[in-house]
């Protein structure tokens, strides 16, 4: 291991998951998909990312190895769901069991609705969602960046204006090393 150490500052080497656990905590999600038969499936994302304006475009950094990959690669469509802490269960629910298995969003209690432009739902709940076609698949080692044009945006109206409202969105989960933390705490919000 490198380690380089200057006046009281020590910095030591970091390598694989280790690299992108520097990134974390991050904004975890449930993006929702279909099959071709319009059979829906949710998965736990924490890899996702504004990629442009206009046109707007999202990204979602998928395994290849999961189920939820292989439909939106043959539906070419998915949600982005951004959820508050009571979802909590579902998160670890979409993450850690297999669409292919079993049905998540039954097990996790999900309830879906039909989103304003495209064919697979949003979670009803959610605190939004951006409904998105894909626009271009960019292999990337072991994932898939999924680039996904905006359809639709919709968020719960109480929540947001312009940006996340402090004293109503604290609940927004962050993903970090197996457990969880908040997006907004008092402390950050409160004027000093």
Same mark, same amino acid.
């Given at each position: 291991?490198?380690t380089i150490?200057k006046d009281d500052?020590?910095?030591k080497?970091i390598?694989?998951r280790q ?11 449930l993006?929702?998909c279909?099959d /071709?038969? @319009?059979?829906?499936?949710?998965i ?10 206009d046109?707007p475009?999202?990204g ?7 189920y939820?990959h292989k439909?939106?690669?043959k539906s070419? /469509?998915?949600?982005?769901?951004v959820? !508050?802490?009571?979802f909590r269960n579902a998160?670890?629910t979409?993450?850690n069991?297999?669409?292919?298995d079993c049905?998540?969003i039954e097990r996790?209690g999900l309830e879906?609705?039909?989103? %304003?432009?495209g064919?697979?739902p949003?979670?009803? @709940?959610?605190l939004g969602?951006?409904?998105c076609?894909l626009?271009?698949?960019?292999p990337v080692? !072991?994932h898939t960046?999924f680039? @996904? ?5 919709m968020?719960?109206? !109480? ?5 996340w409202?402090p !004293?109503?969105?604290k609940?927004? %989960?962050?993903?970090?090393r197996?457990?969880? @933390?908040?997006g907004v705490h008092e ?6």
């Amino acid at each position: 291991m490198t380690t380089i150490r200057k006046d009281d500052l020590q910095y030591k080497e970091i390598t694989g998951r280790q690299m992108t656990a520097l990134l974390n905590p991050r904004l975890a999600v449930l993006v929702t998909c279909c099959d /071709e038969n @319009g059979v829906p499936n949710a998965i736990s994302i924490a890899w996702h990312t504004p990629l442009s304006h206009d046109p707007p475009l999202v990204g979602i950094s998928v395994g290849k190895t999961r189920y939820s990959h292989k439909l939106i690669e043959k539906s070419g /469509e998915f949600v982005i769901n951004v959820v !508050d802490t009571s979802f909590r269960n579902a998160i670890e629910t979409c993450g850690n069991i297999s669409g292919a298995d079993c049905n998540k969003i039954e097990r996790a209690g999900l309830e879906l609705r039909p989103t %304003l432009k495209g064919r697979c739902p949003f979670i009803l @709940g959610s605190l939004g969602y951006l409904a998105c076609q894909l626009e271009q698949q960019i292999p990337v080692g !072991d994932h898939t960046l999924f680039v @996904g044009r905006v359809l639709s945006a919709m968020v719960q109206a !109480d929540r947001f204006s312009d940006s996340w409202m402090p !004293d109503k969105a604290k609940v927004l %989960l962050f993903w970090h090393r197996n457990s969880y @933390g908040f997006g907004v705490h008092e402390e950050e919000t409160t004027p000093t």
